[in-house]
């Protein structure tokens, strides 16, 4: 019997290993549910892992920058540091040794105050002000995508839409030149999906992301000679807080983070809300009757089917967490996909509720000072593609020749401890008449 068809009360946290199990890695709900009602922390016996499922607890981790390290963040349950644990802090062991872990040069595995400064530019590249410049841009890409599929009545929205879609958001956001833009769509919109699932350490990079380092570091390079009135010179110009330039490369990697880091996961984002709106016909017409609904529904999406399920810490100094006491070199995982649903903080969580007024308390995008900056940029793509898919169209349907009939869908799945979504996701649509 599966993990998936046995009953929450029978589920012996011990004999299921979260990482390796596929029917888990398909559909961990019932999982996370048994696990915050009776182990909100808890070690698991094959790795060692510390598993955080509980929502306070995770809040817990998040706001204690100083107690765990994000050094390990994109890695796995498995981590044979490469010194001996000695002493009761073990910062500067980790600093000493970064170039051991994956991932070590991105901003997303920094700790403070390294982590500060870089948030600080980063910060000044996603600023409301830009956001709202890329709006018009995002609305009228939607529309470029959408005159290329709709007339065809089918489509599978991952490849077709999703993948071109959030690579050219974030190429316009950043001030890539259109003219560049077909080079970053033959980069990345090519590239198989990352490698998932993996127990062992490893650099997990996109192929293309050494392209993208010296891309931008050229781009840097020439608007530091060269300045110019556009969003390239202003991420040239940008300095650390206490004033100092950074290095191009440094510049280059924190801008090539919002690619590699949040074009998969906006993608997973889409993928989902747009199969609950094809494959619920109620909740299709509730969104297209009210538009101010798709926010709350994004949100309400993201509570229960977070794109990324968890991330990893590694604790630095002895600390204490949901009564269990951790050493110095303890790997935790906070799973963001299973603490929102947790009955402590949203009522009746099993239960999908597009007007749930708490439901952006969800941590599927992190707190604390590793919060996703890109958070306000995917909202708006999956908003802005939402609606004009809507106004569009009269019909959104799952294509059931691919994935079958309404009582038995057959989802292609990312099969992953780590990221929840479609690797596909067929439909068919009827185009809305014109207006006058």
Known sequence: MS??????AEINPADVDFFTDPDVAAKAEPWFDHMIANHPVFREPKYGVVIVTGYEEALQVYHQPDVYSSINRTGGPVVDLPFEVVGDDISDLLEQHRSFFPQNDQIVTF???????????????????RLKENE?????????????????????????????YTILAVADLLGVPVSDHGMLLELLATQPGPVLGNLELQANHHAGIERLYDYFSEKIVERRANPQE????????????????????EVARIASNLFAAGQETTVQLMGITMQRIADDAELQERLRNEFSLIPKFIEETLRVEAPIKGSFRLVKRPTELGGFDLA???????LHGAAGRDARVFDDPAKFDE???????HLAFGRGIHTCPGAPLARAEAVFTIQRMLERTSSIRIDDGHHGPADAREWDLIRSYKFRGHTHLYLQFDEAEPTS
């Open 3 to 8: 993990t998936v068809e046995t009953s929450i």
């Open 111 to 129: 700790d403070p105050p390294v982590h500060t400064d870089h948030r600080a530019i980063l910060m000044g590249l996603i600023t409301p002000k």
């Open 136 to 164: 018009q841009f995002l609305k009228d890409t939607a529309d470029h995508f959408l005159d290329e599929i709709l007339p065809k009545g089918e489509c599978e929205f991952i490849w077709d839409y999703c993948k071109g």
């Open 230 to 249: 556009d969003v390239l010179t202003g991420m040239a110009l940008s300095t650390f807080p206490d004033g100092s330039l950074p290095e191009p490369i």
């Open 328 to 334: 110095p070199g303890t790997v935790l995982m906070l």
């Open 355 to 361: 007007t749930r007024p708490n439901a952006r308390q």
